[in-house]
């Protein structure tokens, strides 16, 4: 055992810090998240009160309008993000220029390594009514100009769009690694049999990383919940708060800026409790469906 430690040390350290920072703010508040069902104290014992701050939470509309806002913006990246990123892991694939495939998959990967604040000012500054470019060109065609970031109506799409900006391409690394584990002989085969591109895509590329569509949809099923205080906390302004506003958000305010951790506790309670029922919930339907799942 000492042996392999001493071989090992070097990987050892470089998991080290991803180590610690779970336990430190994954598993550790676990233990904390007792204080939901306690009235918080500076000095002294914290007092046990049961489902309090709990009947408090849903007896509060705020509450419910987070919650509305945290699924609605969940599902739409569900929708309309989720699947891009296979899309493009199948361009990619088909692209046969070497050069050309480094270029788009560096030009792509980029967004992801930018922070939200960044990429916040950068959709603000586009999106300005009197001087973003997206307004300029809607003028050139002959469109008035609009407030895309205090707009409620547009305002939703504006963090659909960056969140497929960032993530698009960052996450089809992973299916086009799975696209690169599928037997060549596959293609030989389907291709002695006279299958054409879009039949070499969808009867073998497509079948070949269902596992992996499979795995990160339930991953990403679990995560519902979690629909992006970064992003909406950057992107967020008093014209539309009320149709962004996630429960992320509602637990900052309401616990650092308000000083209510009882509360603020509660809410990320349920919203991980949410949580979890989804992601075991997503597993068994894919198990039964695809035969796939993350256990």
Do not use: C
């Amino acid at each position: 055992m000492g042996f392999k430690l001493q071989a090992w040390w070097p990987y050892y350290a470089m998991m080290a810090p991803g180590i610690v920072y779970f336990l430190v703010f994954h598993y550790f508040p676990i233990y904390q998240a007792k204080l939901a069902f306690e009235d918080f104290r500076i000095f002294g014992d914290n007092l046990f009160v049961g489902f309090k701050h709990f009947d408090t939470l849903f007896d509060s509309p705020a509450f419910f309008q987070v919650l509305a806002n945290t699924l609605i913006i969940s599902a739409m990246k569900m929708v309309f993000v989720f699947p891009v990123p296979i899309f493009i892991a199948l361009f990619i694939n088909e692209v046969r220029s070497t050069n050309l495939r480094r270029f788009i998959q560096s030009a792509i990967y980029l967004p992801h390594f930018l922070s939200w604040v960044v990429i916040a000012g950068i959709f603000i500054a586009a999106l300005s009514p009197s001087s973003g470019v997206v307004n300029d060109i809607g003028q050139a065609l002959g469109f008035a100009p609009r407030s895309f970031m205090t707009e409620s109506g547009s305002i939703r799409w504006v963090i659909v769009f960056s969140e497929m900006w960032r993530t698009a391409g960052w996450d089809s690394l992973l299916y086009f690694a799975a696209i690169m584990a599928i037997d060549p002989q596959l293609y030989d085969a389907a291709e002695m049999d006279g299958a054409n591109r879009w039949q070499k895509i969808v009867h073998v590329t497509l079948p070949g990383i269902t596992p992996t569509i499979a795995t990160l949809f339930i991953l990403n099923v679990g995560l519902f919940m979690n629909a992006g205080f970064d992003q909406v906390f950057n992107l967020s302004n008093d014209a539309i708060r009320d149709q962004i506003d996630i429960i992320d958000t509602y637990v900052y305010r309401i616990g650092l800026q308000s000083g209510q951790f009882s509360l603020a506790t509660a809410a990320g309670l349920f919203k991980g409790v949410i949580g979890m029922v989804l992601i075991v919930a997503a597993h068994t339907i894919s198990k039964r469906l695809t035969g796939k799942g993350v256990w």
